[in-house]
């Protein structure tokens, strides 16, 4: 009954049909560009345009069909990005490492501090954040790292340089911040190397809240995915050191999202490197927004 009812519901409304169908396994018979055209659909409510991809969601998509630089899937992997990280702005930027393990049988929770991060080196948006280990379930916590393991993130929303990185799980130091919460995220939009927009996201866990900026820290009326906050937010000290060591991350690079985080004693840790913020399907509001950072996204020097 309950599958009769879905789909009379599909019928209503095909885009319900489209995301149930994109969600499956069967939707890796698609191509990728046919597969990126139907997904627009579903999720922006629009013809995708690639011969002419003119906002910045369409130019993501672009981006995922035809700039297929090698060194992007190092980029993107959580555990060898920080070599990349360590030779462009150093080492002590990374946040410490506690363990990368190839298996989740690998994992010693005894050798882990009572509070940790973890994490699979090659999806995006998975993490655990460990506050007490002694109300850790490690079987559970095994479970779901071998969750994390069995997944093949490029499959979802077609972000290419997830097909080729090694699955493996890595283990971090909790950042400490003043409030005991989840430290802020910066993250920074760079186009050509240059840094040119950027949001925050707080109350990670919770309610979590996205205010927009300017590189210049004004503060813009835009609204995606998450509601604003009612916080002021002022210009963080270390802003100006953050856009330096965006810009160098970012070097030679079309677009890319660089993220940080600032501890409780001021320090910048680096976060990670996002090529396809929301995967390019997130709508701006208002619209506007979609079209602006679309302009600042050079395809020209693209080689398909």
Same mark, same amino acid.
């Given at each position: 009954?309950?599958?009769?009812? %879905?789909?009379?519901?599909?019928?209503?409304?095909?885009?319900?049909?489209?995301?149930? +169908?994109?969600?499956?396994?069967?939707?890796?018979?698609?191509?990728?560009?046919?597969?990126?055209?139907?997904?627009?659909?579903?999720?922006?409510?629009? !013809?995708?345009?690639?011969?002419?991809?003119?906002?910045?969601?369409?130019?993501?998509?672009?981006?995922?069909?035809?700039?297929?630089?090698? %060194?992007?899937?190092?980029?993107?992997?959580?555990?060898?990005?920080?070599?990349?990280?360590?030779?462009?702005?150093?080492?002590?930027?990374?946040?410490?490492?506690?363990?990368?393990?190839?298996?989740?049988?690998?994992?010693?929770?005894?050798?882990?501090?009572?509070?940790?991060?973890?994490?699979? /080196?090659? /999806?995006?948006?998975?993490?655990?954040?460990?506050?007490?280990?002694?109300?850790?379930?490690? @079987?559970?916590?095994?479970?779901?790292?071998?969750?994390?393991?069995?997944?093949?993130?490029?499959?979802?929303?077609?972000?290419?340089?997830?097909?080729?990185? !090694?699955? !493996?799980?890595?283990?971090?130091?909790?950042?400490?911040?003043?409030?005991? %919460?989840?430290?802020?995220?910066?993250?920074?939009?760079?186009?050509?190397?240059?840094?040119? +927009?950027?949001?925050?996201?707080?109350?990670?866990?919770?309610? /979590?809240?996205?205010?927009?900026?300017? @590189?210049?820290?004004?503060?813009?009326?835009?609204?995606?995915?998450?509601?604003?906050?009612?916080?002021?937010?002022?210009?963080?000290?270390?802003?100006?050191?953050?856009?330096?060591?965006?810009?160098?991350?970012?070097?030679?690079?079309?677009?890319?999202?660089?993220?940080?985080?600032?501890?409780?004693?001021?320090?910048? +840790?680096?976060?990670?490197? /996002?090529?396809?913020?929301?995967?390019?399907?997130?709508?701006?509001?208002?619209?506007?927004?979609?079209?602006?950072?679309?302009?600042?996204?050079?395809?020209?020097?693209?080689?398909?």
């Amino acid at each position: 009954m309950n599958i009769i009812k %879905k789909i009379k519901k599909g019928l209503r409304k095909p885009v319900l049909f489209g995301e149930f +169908f994109l969600g499956k396994s069967i939707s890796r018979i698609l191509p990728d560009k046919l597969f990126l055209s139907w997904i627009y659909r579903v999720k922006i409510g629009k !013809r995708l345009s690639l011969d002419n991809p003119v906002t910045y969601n369409e130019k993501l998509q672009w981006l995922k069909l035809y700039d297929h630089n090698p %060194k992007y899937v190092d980029l993107v992997d959580k555990f060898a990005v920080r070599e990349y990280v360590s030779d462009t702005i150093g080492e002590q930027y990374l946040v410490p490492l506690l363990g990368v393990y190839n298996t989740v049988m690998e994992i010693d929770f005894s050798a882990l501090p009572d509070q940790f991060v973890m994490k699979p /080196t090659h /999806t995006s948006g998975d993490v655990l954040l460990c506050t007490d280990k002694s109300s850790l379930s490690t @079987s559970a916590t095994r479970d779901l790292a071998a969750t994390w393991m069995r997944k093949q993130y490029y499959w979802g929303l077609r972000e290419w340089p997830y097909k080729h990185i !090694r699955p !493996r799980i890595i283990c971090e130091e909790m950042i400490k911040t003043v409030d005991g %919460k989840p430290p802020k995220d910066y993250k920074i939009f760079c186009f050509n190397g240059e840094p040119k +927009f950027a949001f925050v996201a707080s109350d990670r866990g919770s309610e /979590t809240k996205f205010d927009f900026f300017d @590189s210049e820290w004004n503060r813009q009326s835009l609204r995606q995915h998450y509601p604003n906050s009612d916080y002021m937010l002022e210009k963080p000290a270390q802003w100006e050191e953050m856009l330096y060591l965006a810009r160098k991350l970012a070097k030679d690079i079309p677009h890319v999202r660089v993220d940080f985080y600032v501890d409780a004693s001021g320090a910048i +840790f680096f976060g990670e490197l /996002t090529f396809f913020h929301f995967s390019g399907l997130e709508p701006f509001e208002p619209e506007s927004y979609d079209y602006d950072l679309g302009s600042w996204i050079d395809l020209i020097s693209i080689k398909k």
